[in-house]
Protein backbone atom coordinates (compact mmCIF):
# COMPACT_ATOMS: atom_id res chain seq x y z
CA UNK A 1 0.00 0.00 0.00
CA UNK A 2 1.10 3.29 -1.02
CA UNK A 3 1.95 5.88 2.08
CA UNK A 4 -1.15 8.39 0.97
CA UNK A 5 -3.28 5.52 0.67
CA UNK A 6 -2.97 4.60 4.09
CA UNK A 7 -2.71 8.03 5.41
CA UNK A 8 -5.92 8.28 3.67
CA UNK A 9 -7.37 5.26 5.70
CA UNK A 10 -6.23 6.24 9.04
CA UNK A 11 -8.01 9.76 8.37
CA UNK A 12 -11.16 7.58 7.12
CA UNK A 13 -10.90 5.81 10.65
CA UNK A 14 -10.10 8.38 13.15
CA UNK A 15 -11.93 11.55 11.75
CA UNK A 16 -15.62 10.15 13.11
CA UNK A 17 -13.79 10.13 16.77
CA UNK A 18 -12.38 13.95 16.68
CA UNK A 19 -8.97 13.38 14.97
CA UNK A 20 -8.51 15.94 12.18
CA UNK A 21 -4.67 15.69 11.30
CA UNK A 22 -1.91 12.94 11.08
CA UNK A 23 1.76 12.62 10.64
CA UNK A 24 3.64 9.31 10.17
CA UNK A 25 7.32 9.32 10.03
CA UNK A 26 10.23 6.87 9.38
CA UNK A 27 13.85 6.88 10.56
CA UNK A 28 16.44 3.76 10.03
CA UNK A 29 18.48 5.26 12.81
CA UNK A 30 16.66 7.78 15.69
CA UNK A 31 19.00 9.60 17.15
CA UNK A 32 22.95 10.65 16.31
CA UNK A 33 25.87 9.27 17.94
CA UNK A 34 25.83 12.72 20.05
CA UNK A 35 22.08 11.44 21.56
CA UNK A 36 19.98 14.27 18.92
CA UNK A 37 17.44 13.24 16.68
CA UNK A 38 18.28 12.84 13.73
CA UNK A 39 15.49 14.13 10.83
CA UNK A 40 13.22 11.21 9.65
CA UNK A 41 13.96 9.36 5.68
CA UNK A 42 9.81 9.68 5.44
CA UNK A 43 7.63 11.98 7.00
CA UNK A 44 4.22 12.45 5.41
CA UNK A 45 1.63 14.73 7.00
CA UNK A 46 -2.46 14.82 6.36
CA UNK A 47 -4.44 17.86 7.33
CA UNK A 48 -1.29 20.13 8.83
CA UNK A 49 -0.51 23.57 7.30
CA UNK A 50 1.78 23.85 4.17
CA UNK A 51 5.02 24.88 6.09
CA UNK A 52 5.38 22.31 8.63
CA UNK A 53 7.15 19.53 6.40
CA UNK A 54 9.93 22.19 5.93
CA UNK A 55 9.78 23.35 9.39
CA UNK A 56 10.34 19.81 10.66
CA UNK A 57 12.29 18.84 7.75
CA UNK A 58 14.83 21.60 7.10
CA UNK A 59 14.18 23.98 9.67
CA UNK A 60 15.06 22.11 12.75
CA UNK A 61 12.21 21.80 14.37
CA UNK A 62 11.98 17.81 14.53
CA UNK A 63 14.94 18.41 16.55
CA UNK A 64 13.10 20.57 18.69
CA UNK A 65 10.15 18.32 18.94
CA UNK A 66 9.37 17.13 22.61
CA UNK A 67 6.43 14.63 21.13
CA UNK A 68 9.14 12.82 19.12
CA UNK A 69 12.06 13.42 22.38
CA UNK A 70 8.84 11.27 24.11
CA UNK A 71 8.51 8.39 21.60
CA UNK A 72 12.31 7.70 22.16
CA UNK A 73 11.77 6.86 25.83
CA UNK A 74 8.35 4.79 25.94
CA UNK A 75 7.12 2.21 23.92
CA UNK A 76 3.56 2.44 24.20
CA UNK A 77 1.15 5.04 22.56
CA UNK A 78 0.57 7.92 24.55
CA UNK A 79 -1.84 11.04 25.01
CA UNK A 80 -0.15 14.66 24.62
CA UNK A 81 -1.88 18.11 24.88
CA UNK A 82 -0.16 21.83 25.12
CA UNK A 83 -3.74 22.94 26.09
CA UNK A 84 -4.73 21.06 29.41
CA UNK A 85 -3.10 18.95 31.65
CA UNK A 86 0.17 17.15 30.20
CA UNK A 87 0.47 13.60 30.23
CA UNK A 88 3.42 12.04 32.45
CA UNK A 89 5.42 11.03 29.63
CA UNK A 90 5.15 14.61 28.20
CA UNK A 91 6.19 16.29 31.69
CA UNK A 92 9.23 14.21 31.64
CA UNK A 93 10.56 15.11 29.10
CA UNK A 94 9.64 19.04 27.95
CA UNK A 95 12.45 21.92 28.35
CA UNK A 96 12.27 25.37 27.68
CA UNK A 97 14.53 24.18 24.27
CA UNK A 98 11.22 22.85 23.41
CA UNK A 99 9.37 26.36 22.84
CA UNK A 100 9.91 27.20 19.61
CA UNK A 101 7.81 23.92 18.32
CA UNK A 102 5.41 24.13 21.15
CA UNK A 103 4.45 27.91 20.04
CA UNK A 104 4.15 26.57 16.41
CA UNK A 105 1.31 24.06 17.64
CA UNK A 106 -0.10 26.30 19.68
CA UNK A 107 -0.16 28.61 16.58
CA UNK A 108 -2.00 26.48 14.50
CA UNK A 109 -4.23 25.27 17.24
CA UNK A 110 -2.85 21.39 16.71
CA UNK A 111 -2.63 21.37 20.63
CA UNK A 112 -3.72 17.42 21.36
CA UNK A 113 -2.67 14.10 19.99
CA UNK A 114 -1.99 10.50 20.45
CA UNK A 115 1.40 9.63 19.08
CA UNK A 116 2.32 5.83 19.02
CA UNK A 117 5.98 4.77 19.05
CA UNK A 118 6.71 1.91 16.50
CA UNK A 119 9.93 0.32 16.80
CA UNK A 120 11.30 -2.35 14.37
CA UNK A 121 14.03 -5.44 15.95
CA UNK A 122 16.67 -3.47 13.56
CA UNK A 123 16.67 -0.06 15.91
CA UNK A 124 14.61 1.52 13.00
CA UNK A 125 11.73 4.54 14.57
CA UNK A 126 8.71 5.27 13.22
CA UNK A 127 5.41 7.21 14.80
CA UNK A 128 2.45 7.75 13.87
CA UNK A 129 0.44 10.61 15.42
CA UNK A 130 -3.31 11.59 15.71
CA UNK A 131 -3.62 15.05 16.38
CA UNK A 132 -7.06 17.57 17.43
CA UNK A 133 -7.43 20.84 15.97
CA UNK A 134 -9.33 23.27 18.28
CA UNK A 135 -9.93 20.42 20.97
CA UNK A 136 -12.76 21.09 23.09
CA UNK A 137 -12.59 21.31 27.05
CA UNK A 138 -12.26 17.54 28.35
CA UNK A 139 -11.28 15.97 25.20
CA UNK A 140 -7.88 14.44 26.65
CA UNK A 141 -10.54 12.31 28.53
CA UNK A 142 -12.56 11.58 25.49
CA UNK A 143 -9.87 10.82 23.88
CA UNK A 144 -8.10 8.23 26.59
CA UNK A 145 -10.64 5.63 25.85
CA UNK A 146 -9.31 5.47 22.03
CA UNK A 147 -5.56 5.22 22.52
CA UNK A 148 -5.54 1.90 22.10
CA UNK A 149 -7.47 1.16 19.03
CA UNK A 150 -4.67 4.74 17.63
CA UNK A 151 -1.96 2.40 18.22
CA UNK A 152 -3.33 -0.45 16.78
CA UNK A 153 -4.07 1.61 13.49
CA UNK A 154 -0.62 3.40 13.61
CA UNK A 155 1.16 -0.38 13.81
CA UNK A 156 -1.33 -1.84 10.64
CA UNK A 157 -0.63 1.67 8.74
CA UNK A 158 3.25 0.96 9.43
CA UNK A 159 3.01 -2.86 8.48
CA UNK A 160 1.40 -1.70 5.57
CA UNK A 161 4.01 0.60 3.88
CA UNK A 162 6.98 -0.70 5.56
CA UNK A 163 7.74 -3.74 2.86
CA UNK A 164 7.32 -0.33 -0.16
CA UNK A 165 10.30 1.60 1.04
CA UNK A 166 13.35 1.84 -0.98
CA UNK A 167 16.81 1.79 -0.27
CA UNK A 168 17.01 5.70 0.11
CA UNK A 169 14.19 5.68 3.04
CA UNK A 170 15.98 2.86 4.47
CA UNK A 171 19.84 4.18 4.56
CA UNK A 172 20.43 6.56 7.49
CA UNK A 173 20.47 10.40 5.75
CA UNK A 174 22.10 11.57 8.86
CA UNK A 175 25.87 10.79 7.47
CA UNK A 176 26.13 10.12 3.22
CA UNK A 177 29.01 7.53 2.36
CA UNK A 178 29.44 6.48 -1.09
CA UNK A 179 29.02 2.57 -1.34
CA UNK A 180 32.35 1.89 -2.28
CA UNK A 181 33.49 3.56 1.04
CA UNK A 182 30.79 1.86 2.90
CA UNK A 183 32.18 -1.60 1.23
CA UNK A 184 35.69 -0.40 2.59
CA UNK A 185 34.79 -0.10 6.06
CA UNK A 186 33.04 -3.22 6.04
CA UNK A 187 35.94 -4.70 5.42
CA UNK A 188 37.53 -2.98 7.51
CA UNK A 189 35.61 -3.87 10.56
CA UNK A 190 36.39 -7.65 9.70
CA UNK A 191 39.87 -6.91 10.36
CA UNK A 192 41.66 -6.50 7.20
CA UNK A 193 44.18 -4.55 6.57
CA UNK A 194 44.22 -1.43 4.02
CA UNK A 195 46.19 -4.03 1.97
CA UNK A 196 43.90 -6.57 1.91
CA UNK A 197 41.01 -3.92 1.28
CA UNK A 198 42.47 -3.00 -2.01
CA UNK A 199 42.86 -6.62 -2.86
CA UNK A 200 39.10 -7.51 -1.99
CA UNK A 201 38.04 -4.54 -4.15
CA UNK A 202 40.38 -5.03 -7.21
CA UNK A 203 42.09 -1.44 -6.44
CA UNK A 204 45.22 0.00 -5.79
CA UNK A 205 46.23 -0.09 -1.88
CA UNK A 206 46.50 3.99 -2.19
CA UNK A 207 42.79 4.27 -3.84
CA UNK A 208 41.21 1.93 -0.64
CA UNK A 209 43.52 3.73 2.01
CA UNK A 210 41.70 6.74 0.20
CA UNK A 211 38.03 5.33 0.52
CA UNK A 212 39.06 4.55 4.09
CA UNK A 213 39.98 7.88 4.89
CA UNK A 214 37.17 9.74 3.07
CA UNK A 215 34.41 7.59 5.27
CA UNK A 216 36.31 8.70 8.21
CA UNK A 217 36.36 12.06 7.67
CA UNK A 218 32.61 12.56 6.82
CA UNK A 219 31.94 10.56 10.02
CA UNK A 220 33.99 13.01 12.21
CA UNK A 221 35.61 9.81 13.42
CA UNK A 222 39.19 10.67 14.98
CA UNK A 223 40.42 7.14 13.67
CA UNK A 224 39.72 4.13 11.77
CA UNK A 225 38.45 2.51 14.79
CA UNK A 226 36.06 5.41 15.31
CA UNK A 227 34.80 5.54 12.05
CA UNK A 228 34.02 2.11 12.28
CA UNK A 229 32.20 2.70 15.41
CA UNK A 230 30.14 5.23 14.07
CA UNK A 231 29.36 3.80 10.67
CA UNK A 232 28.12 0.41 12.82
CA UNK A 233 26.29 2.99 14.99
CA UNK A 234 24.60 4.38 11.94
CA UNK A 235 23.97 1.29 10.02
CA UNK A 236 26.17 1.62 7.43
CA UNK A 237 27.98 -1.65 7.92
CA UNK A 238 25.11 -3.48 7.13
CA UNK A 239 24.55 -4.89 3.43
CA UNK A 240 23.22 -2.12 1.28
CA UNK A 241 19.13 -2.54 0.12
Not at 45 to 56: A, I, Y
Not at 96 to 118: A, E, F, N, Q, W
Not at 175 to 203: D, F, N, P
Request: with cysteine; proline share 5%.
Amino acid sequence: MSIDAAMAMATEVLEPIGFTAFIYDYTPVPVSHKGELITPSLMALRNVPRDMQDLWCKGGYYQLDPVQEAALAVSRPFLWSHNGVQSNVMQRVLQSKHDPVVSYLLDTRMTCGVTVPIRLAGGDLATFTAIRADPEAGFEAEARPFIAEIGDLGHLLHDSVYAGFDAGIRTCQHVHLTSRERQCLRLAAAGLTAKQVAREIGRAVPTATLHLNAATRKLGARNRFHAIALAAHYRLLEPEH
